[in-house]
Nanobody, 119 residues
């Protein structure tokens, strides 16, 4: 079982920046992939950015160039640096960890952190 604790959400002006953190209860070496997803009111949850255990990253087209996913292995923490934020980035942001055990991939989600972009 992997537990995730997110932090860093809040209210920010359009064009501003915000950094989200996700700390895991398990060493990164035991996790296959991690990522950030978001869900706006009335919409489905969607991928924002992911990172594999080898460090390969993937970004959704709507955040490319504005968002950077990174990690600190020593702190077991995943980050999402968001710049040039837009009102349409307003959503609850969730951290995901995927762990493979005995050939089965398990998904673990954080509780979510609210990001609101508004003037």
């Amino acid at each position: 079982q992997v537990q995730l604790v997110e932090s860093g959400g809040g209210l920010v002006l359009p064009g501003g920046s915000l950094s989200l953190s996700c700390t895991t209860s398990t060493r990164f070496s035991w996790i296959n992939a991690m990522g950030w997803y978001r869900q706006a009111p009335g919409k489905d949850r969607e991928l924002v950015a992911t990172m594999t255990d080898s460090g390969r990253t993937n970004y959704a087209p709507f955040v490319k160039g504005r968002v950077t996913i990174s990690r600190d292995n020593a702190k077991n923490t995943l980050y999402l640096q968001m710049n040039s934020l837009k009102p349409e980035d307003t959503a609850v942001y969730y951290c995901l960890a995927q762990q493979s055990r005995l050939g089965v991939m398990y998904d673990y989600w954080g509780q979510g952190t609210q990001v609101t972009v508004s003037s």
